[in-house]
């Protein structure tokens, strides 16, 4: 959901849009039945730690994403666009709810795998502040190269090309070792899918825009993970 026109609500649902009380009778809906089926989940205290560290990160990324938003030059179409959303949120519910059928458990029940978790929580949401630090007004959200766009070396970005992408995975790997079961794991593979598809699209465009500083750049860094990828 974001301000639309004049400051009314606007949701985007797939090609659709809609303003004003409508987004926000449907907003609430949605967050009731959400709300309504992680309830239903009886998730432990440890998933409830998992989704206030995704909170915050959304509360964060929101509250800081009109101070660092510059004119576009060139954005990612509506329909890719539209897409990496809905992948996402089939992920973040893949991630917290419980699913008949897929509630059976990838990891054994132990007292590490919560501390283990939260803590790859932990480190990817200071990896992400980092990183937007360092990328300033050159962040987007979307794949969009903006006016004066620059291309960032420094901080994580002087050995991963896509920290941020990085960060986001972490939370959802993160929230898969807390929660131990494979419906959260293939919640995380979910996001993984979303991200390499974006990473490929705003690769192409920084290619384009950059040329020979990106091949170079490419050349020297990893695109998510060293040494793995």
């Given at each position: 959901?974001?301000?639309?026109?004049?400051?009314?609500?606007?949701?985007?649902?797939?090609?659709?849009?809609?303003?004003?009380?409508?987004?926000?009778?449907?907003?609430?809906?949605?967050?009731?039945?959400?709300?309504?089926?992680?309830?239903?989940?009886?998730?432990?205290?440890?998933?409830?730690?998992?989704?206030?560290?995704?909170?915050?990160?959304?509360?964060?990324w929101n509250l800081t994403a009109r101070r660092w938003r510059a004119p576009a030059q060139s954005e990612e179409s509506r329909q890719s666009r539209a897409l990496h959303r809905n992948l996402l949120n089939?992920?973040?519910?893949?991630?917290?709810?419980?699913?008949?059928?897929?509630?059976?458990?990838?990891?054994?029940?132990?007292?590490?795998?919560?501390?283990?978790?939260?803590?790859?929580?932990?480190?990817?949401?200071?990896?992400?502040?980092?990183?937007?630090?360092?990328?300033?007004?050159?962040?987007?959200?979307?794949?969009?190269?903006?006016?004066?766009?620059?291309?960032?070396?420094?901080?994580?970005?002087?050995?991963?090309?896509?920290?941020?992408?990085?960060?986001?995975?972490?939370?959802?790997?993160?929230?898969?070792?807390?929660?131990?079961?494979?419906?959260?794991?293939?919640?995380?593979?979910?996001?993984?899918?979303?991200?390499?598809?974006?990473?490929?699209?705003?690769?192409?465009?920084?290619?384009?825009?950059?040329?020979?500083?990106?091949?170079?750049?490419?050349?020297?860094?990893?695109?998510?993970?060293?040494?793995?990828?």
């Amino acid at each position: 959901m974001r301000p639309g026109n004049g400051g009314a609500p606007r949701l985007v649902l797939g090609s659709r849009t809609l303003t004003g009380p409508a987004a926000s009778v449907i907003v609430v809906l949605l967050t009731a039945m959400l709300l309504g089926l992680v309830v239903w989940a009886k998730p432990s205290i440890g998933m409830w730690l998992a989704g206030g560290i995704w909170l915050g990160f959304v509360v964060f990324w929101n509250l800081t994403a009109r101070r660092w938003r510059a004119p576009a030059q060139s954005e990612e179409s509506r329909q890719s666009r539209a897409l990496h959303r809905n992948l996402l949120n089939l992920g973040l519910l893949l991630l917290f709810v419980s699913i008949p059928g897929l509630r059976w458990r990838y990891l054994p029940p132990n007292p590490w795998h919560v501390p283990v978790g939260l803590g790859i929580m932990a480190a990817a949401t200071l990896l992400h502040i980092w990183a937007r630090v360092h990328l300033g007004r050159n962040w987007s959200h979307e794949v969009m190269i903006r006016s004066d766009h620059e291309l960032v070396r420094t901080g994580p970005y002087r050995l991963v090309r896509h920290p941020i992408y990085t960060a986001i995975l972490g939370l959802a790997i993160g929230t898969a070792v807390v929660s131990g079961r494979v419906v959260s794991l293939l919640g995380a593979l979910v996001f993984a899918i979303a991200y390499v598809r974006k990473l490929r699209i705003e690769e192409r465009a920084l290619g384009q825009e950059f040329g020979d500083a990106w091949d170079a750049y490419r050349r020297s860094s990893w695109a998510l993970v060293p040494p793995v990828f």
